[in-house]
């Protein structure tokens, strides 16, 4: 079948509309084109009113972007953070510092050593096979 005899279906696909989006951190405004909708309305430089829809974040004021460090705390977390990071702080000056574990790699074991020694001491003692003494 040809690509110009097939048609799209009617009435499944969102409206596409320009729409302004309003960067709540910078203030940064940009049309575009969307499928999202808004009750809010705003005007833009060529005199049309649009759509708003407001954004926490976006390229002007995400760090990525930005290049900057810039904290955006919408829901509190940062400040949750804080408040754990000073208590774990507060905790671990009153305790006292632990002693230096051993790993196990670096402890001895003296039955290993015994059979390391054991085995050395059978292969010193023992005849040579033929083909070694053949050699």
Do not use: C
Request: aromatic residues 6%; proline residues 5%.
């Amino acid at each position: 079948m040809p690509l110009t005899q097939i048609v799209m279906k009617k009435d499944i696909h969102p409206d596409y509309n320009q729409i302004i989006f309003e960067d709540l951190t910078s203030g940064f405004r940009f049309l575009t084109r969307s499928t999202l909708t808004s009750d809010q309305t705003g005007k833009w430089d060529d005199g049309n009113e649009y759509p708003v829809i407001k954004v926490e974040i976006s390229s002007s004021s995400h760090p990525f972007y930005t290049g900057e460090q810039m904290l955006v705390d919408t829901a509190g977390r940062v400040d949750r953070f804080k408040a754990r990071l000073e208590k774990s702080q507060m905790i671990a000056k009153d305790k006292k510092p632990k002693k230096a574990k051993v790993k196990k790699s670096d402890e001895v074991d003296p039955v290993a050593e015994k059979t390391k020694a054991a085995a050395s001491d059978k292969e010193a003692t023992e005849p040579a096979t033929e083909k070694e003494a053949s050699k």
